[in-house]
């Protein structure tokens, strides 16, 4: 213990570990934010090859939707950024109240999500090889592109490792907040939840770029 | 244990348990090192397999053909290739020496993140262990590479074995970010960036590399695995999506990947020469930059893979040229290792002479590197002979010359024990004759238009095969004797002192082996790491 804060053995002082966790904590983010670059640059060569099968994919999407998830996600990381100013001012409760709220945000992005897949879903829009184009055409909604399945394919491996992301999120949050309950965390300490914030807010930035690319490009 | 307590990382804490607990990085680095031998063990017994299968042709009486079919083969090729490349190389380096060796060289207690540190060590032996898996499911037989849309359709385990090199990647980039955050943050006072140790360099270049490009490897392999399970079509020509796109992204990873394997090998060789030419070493700053300016230049060659992809003339044309300027930053490695040697007092101990080894397999293998750089040249020697061999002398002839004769240098530290030098210098002659028996006649297969990946050749190919395979026993032979040596020495080497050889680094200025903390008192650094004479 130095400071109030326990540090572990191989640091200085609470400011060298918090700096150490830190740079951890972006250098994660590089990785995270490269492996989403695979899937945009896929989307990009394929959007300038097939434009107007993107066109047509994109038409199905609601564009409604995607803009109110995009406001859910920037108001969470809002919530997401006032869980650690409340407790670098000593108002865990508040904390704990605004890191409740963003699990809640994440939770509504999710459920507006699953209403958006389960719709495609009953029309019959599915990934690649398992798009229905008989079960389409029986909706009024007939397929004009052969290959409209590869923009389906993008846009569920996309929005899915995204989803997949906002559960993780879900997840550490909450946890975050539980230890935040039991009084872990105090003004001098707080670094695991500026850490997930860190994450919270890529992943809500991740999204801010899926919106326009998915829905708004036609 | 050489400590005046006795005590050393190797029994501070009791029982076989506690190493599967513990935090501290020299044992993490010990259970790589097992698992990593293991791995080894079994990557070789399978090159062994194929190049006994390719000592005659199949039609020869008796020594014809050894294994069942052209499947057995490319599963048994798939294997030796994944396993020595996923399991053996990449973790090889960074995550056994790198491990041990990169907080002790700078004076740090630990690395920054000590449980991530055992959790990346938990995370490679889930993928590894997925990756045997596979073996007992149905054998894969894509090749290392996986290249679609071969992988799509071939029905054998190609999801779970690209999962587990997914999950062994992972371990990799939380490793180089370990690594990263140490080098950035626990120099200890008076260790600047440019007194830290050549080794160290390498592994943090190295670490860069793991950390910037893996992801991409994550994010091909992932739509792969979606590719297989969904069908999404990204890779699939049928469904409108591009094959090539995955060798680009393929490519993206695994060219700076061949660096990964590369770049710490180098930076071993650095400590190597200066340490056993008792000489400070020539160009300490022309090394620790061009390590970087490797790992920054291999991002835009990757391109060299696919000259026969069909990828435009002009890609063709700046892959090939930007690939040449790989040779700069090497050279200069190079050149300044033989400017060290140049008057040293040269002590022809095991170690070094694997290091003279690598100097001049790695020479060989990199001067044809730029050889296949050249389009022209590289269409008629695509998918011949001549890469493996090439690649051979690199990986091998490089990486796993260095990786011994690290292993010996480093031996007294690690275990507190000194290794018999005759029997190691035993298994250099073996391996490194071995070593060009085996792969110096695939360079001529390869002009002669020898395909590589077959299981079967025309009896014009028979000579020079069989003088590879018998090359191919010489180097398990070479092993052997490395593998007596190290039993040898844990059993019954003599006790080591702390600075065995005379090195100026700091790893070397504590108790062999180390205790838990590494050092009785929290050093301050004074000077550069190199200061002989």
């Given amino acids: 213990m130095i400071n109030g804060v326990e540090v572990a053995s191989h640091f200085r002082d609470p400011a060298h570990q918090y700096a150490s966790n830190k740079e951890g904590i972006w250098l994660f983010m590089v990785t995270e934010i490269l492996m989403f670059g695979g899937l945009f640059v896929g989307y990009i060569i394929n959007h300038t090859i097939y434009p107007e099968v993107f066109a047509e994919g994109a038409s199905y999407l609601d564009w409604h939707m995607g803009f109110v998830n995009t406001l859910v996600l920037i108001f969470s990381s809002l919530t997401m950024a006032l869980g650690i100013y409340f407790n670098q001012i000593s108002k865990p409760k508040w904390a704990t109240w605004s890191l409740a709220i963003t699990v809640l945000c994440g939770a509504i992005f999710m459920v507006i999500k699953y209403f958006e897949y389960t719709h495609k879903f009953h029309l019959g829009i599915f990934p690649g090889r398992m798009i229905n184009p008989e079960r389409m055409a029986e909706e009024g909604h007939p397929m004009q592109h052969a290959n409209l399945g590869l923009y389906f394919g993008f846009y569920y491996c996309m929005t899915g490792l995204h989803g997949l992301h906002v559960l993780i999120g879900m997840g550490l949050i909450t946890w975050v907040m539980i230890r935040n309950i039991k009084g872990e965390f105090s003004p001098k300490y707080y670094t695991p939840i500026e850490g997930i914030g860190i994450f919270w807010h890529i992943v809500d930035l991740i999204w801010i770029f899926l919106f326009p690319l998915l829905y708004l490009v036609g | ?533």
Avoid at chain 2, 179 to 196: E, W
Avoid at chain 2, 324 to 335: E, N, R, S
Avoid at chain 2, 352 to 380: E, K, N, S
């Fill in chain 2, 1 to 533: 244990m050489g400590h005046s307590s006795g005590k050393s990382y190797i029994n501070e804490e009791p029982g076989l348990l506690s190493w599967f607990t513990s935090l501290d990085h020299k044992r993490i680095a010990i259970l790589y090192f097992v698992a990593v031998m293991t791995f080894f063990l079994i990557g070789g017994i399978m090159a062994l397999l194929l190049r006994l299968e390719l000592f005659a042709p199949n039609t020869a009486p008796n020594v014809g053909q050894i294994l069942k079919n052209g499947d057995a083969y490319n599963q048994v090729l798939t294997y030796h290739g994944a396993i020595m490349v996923f399991m053996v190389i990449i973790p090889g380096i960074p995550a056994i020496l790198g491990n041990f060796f990169l907080p002790l060289q700078i004076g740090a207690k630990d690395v920054a993140f000590p449980r991530l540190n055992l959790a990346s060590w938990y995370i490679f032996m889930i993928g590894a262990g997925l990756a045997v898996a596979t073996f007992f499911n149905s054998k894969i037989d894509t090749g290392w590479t996986f290249y679609t849309p071969y992988s799509i359709r071939t029905g054998t385990s190609v999801v779970m074995m690209v999962v587990a090199a997914f999950i062994m990647g992972m371990s990799s980039i939380l490793t180089g970010l370990n690594f990263i955050v140490t080098v950035h943050k626990l120099r200890a006072p008076g260790m600047t960036m440019f007194r830290m140790p050549l080794f160290t360099w390498a592994i943090y270049s190295t670490a860069i590399l793991q950390v910037l490009a893996t992801p991409v490897l994550g994010i091909t392999l992932l739509l792969l695995t979606m590719e297989r399970l969904f069908g999404v079509g990204i890779f699939d020509p049928k469904l409108g999506g591009d094959p090539v796109l995955f060798q680009h992204f393929f490519w993206f990873y695994s060219h700076p990947a061949v660096y990964i394997m590369i770049l710490p090998a180098m930076g071993i060789i650095s400590e190597l020469i200066t340490t056993y030419s008792k000489k400070t070493i020539f160009g300490y700053t022309a090394i620790a930059y061009s390590s970087i300016g490797i790992a920054a230049v291999s991002f835009f060659v990757w391109g060299h893979h696919m000259f026969v992809s069909g990828q435009s003339e002009l890609a063709g044309v700046l892959f090939s040229f930007i690939t040449m300027l790989v040779g700069v930053p090497t050279a200069i490695k190079m050149f300044n290792w033989l400017a060290t040697l140049y008057k040293g007092s040269i002590e022809f101990r095991a170690p070094m002479l694997f290091a003279l080894g690598f100097l001049f397999l790695f020479a060989i293998g990199g001067v044809t590197g730029i050889i296949l750089a050249v389009t022209a040249v590289d269409v008629h020697f695509h998918d011949t002979y001549f890469v493996v061999a090439h690649f051979h002398y690199v990986m091998v002839g490089g990486t796993l010359m260095a990786i011994m004769g690290g292993f010996y240098h480093w031996f007294p530290k690690m275990f507190g024990k000194m290794y018999n030098d005759t029997t190691a210098r035993i298994s250099w002659v073996f391996i490194f004759i071995g070593f060009n028996v085996t792969f110096f006649p695939q360079f001529i297969l390869g002009a002669m238009g020898m395909p590589r990946r077959y299981f079967d050749y025309i009896p014009e190919y028979e000579t020079l095969n069989k003088i590879s395979t018998v090359g191919s026993w010489m180097i398990a032979i070479g092993f052997l004797f490395g593998l007596y040596t190290i039993i040898r020495g844990l059993t019954s080497g003599e006790k080591a002192p702390p600075n065995p050889w005379g090195s100026k680094t700091l790893e070397w200025q504590t108790e062999s082996p180390p205790t838990m903390h590494n050092f009785d008192h929290d050093p301050i650094v004074t000077a550069g790491p190199y200061e002989y004479k």
